[in-house]
């Protein structure tokens, strides 16, 4: 066989079995019986809804609309009014032309009164985070444009609604676990409301949960977020009927073959993001305990400069310094931070 035989022949073998794209090496699922092995070897009993695959599944999906809708409400209301319907629309959003940049969001949908929401879960940190949003937000804008709009007169309402799993440097030194950002104005007054940005971070709710209120309807939704996986059966006996609903559609039992194949394959795919929000919890709470205990410090200064009492000053630099060790900080933190001696942080462990 000639030279010119062979390499046609390889040719055609190769096109008789062409190789799989990217797209289809990663849509690849397990086998069931791996998936069943994977399940009774990690003993998963609930869906983490912190997944990839378990966001999608809890609020991108028409039949869970209603938990979307309550999330939502209970967050955002206050400036969307309440949500009675949502429609899904495409996740994906192309440019204005050909050559410029797409995005893919988490998901997108629209209420009955034609407002736009995107709604995003971040797992793992990522720099120029709001330089994202404002794209985001932007292209949702002038994509929903009418051109026949000469007058502006009917630009979308955009809301865009992030439940973070870390601590966002931008809201750094700040204990309050859910923020919203307003188009505002030199003298602190809103200028828009027609587009927000939302932001919920997850380990900062969870370094706080001991003093929540559990009555409250965003602190329960938020709490079947981040221990759904972990709920003993006492809990679940009491459980309100919206966290009911959670709960039901994070049984793995309730999944068919398929939806358990996705699963297993998220989780294969990416590690578990709650290793990540316990770990921004701690950080979280650390930071809330030494940003107490710097404000402490400075009311106790302030206030013996006004009293003029030096005693006084310094018991009240002692009780700050018990405090800290009571909350396990070693000793040349409590020393730095309360000005005492490493000798004398060592002479009030010893009380």
Not at 97 to 109: A, N, P
Not at 212 to 218: A, K, N, P, T, V
Not at 231 to 258: A, D, G, H, K, V
């Amino acid at each position: 066989m000639s030279k010119k035989a062979r390499r046609q022949k390889t040719q055609k073998t190769k096109q008789s079995k062409p190789s799989e794209t990217k797209k289809e090496k990663k849509r690849k699922l397990p086998s069931l019986k791996e998936t069943e092995a994977y399940i009774k070897k990690h003993k998963l009993e609930i869906m983490d809804p912190l997944s990839d695959y378990g966001f999608k599944r809890l609020l991108a999906s028409e039949r869970n609309k209603d938990i979307l809708m309550h999330l939502l409400n209970v967050f955002i209301s206050d400036d969307t009014g309440i949500i009675t319907d949502v429609t899904y629309k495409s996740t994906e959003m192309l440019g204005v032309r050909k050559e410029d940049k797409y995005v893919r969001y988490d998901l997108y949908c629209k209420n009955q009164d034609g407002r736009h929401f995107i709604v995003e879960m971040q797992n793992g940190k990522q720099s120029n985070y709001a330089d994202r949003l404002r794209v985001y937000t932007s292209l949702a804008t002038v994509r929903n444009m009418d051109k026949d709009d000469k007058y502006y007169e009917r630009v979308p309402k955009i809301y865009s609604f992030n439940i973070m799993s870390y601590n966002m440097p931008e809201f750094k030194g700040k204990k309050r676990f859910f923020s919203k950002i307003y188009h505002k104005d030199d003298d602190n007054d809103i200028f828009t409301k027609n587009i927000v940005y939302y932001f919920v971070e997850l380990s900062k709710f969870a370094a706080q949960l001991e003093t929540l209120d559990m009555s409250d309807e965003r602190n329960l939704i938020l709490y079947m977020f981040t221990n759904v996986v972990y709920l003993q059966e006492e809990e679940i006996n009491n459980l309100t009927p919206m966290q009911m609903r959670f709960y039901e559609e994070c049984q793995i039992s309730n999944f068919t073959n398929m939806e358990k194949q996705d699963y297993v394959k998220s989780l294969m795919d990416y590690p578990s993001v709650h290793e990540m929000v316990e770990c921004e919890r701690k950080e979280a709470k650390e930071e809330g305990i030494l940003i107490g205990i710097q404000m402490g410090i400075e009311q106790g200064i302030q206030q013996g400069r006004e009293q003029g009492r030096e005693e006084g000053r310094e018991e009240r630099t002692l009780q700050l310094a018990r405090n800290m060790l009571a909350e396990d900080l070693d000793s040349a933190m409590v020393a730095k931070i309360s000005g005492l001696t490493e000798a004398d942080v060592l002479a009030l462990m010893k009380e």
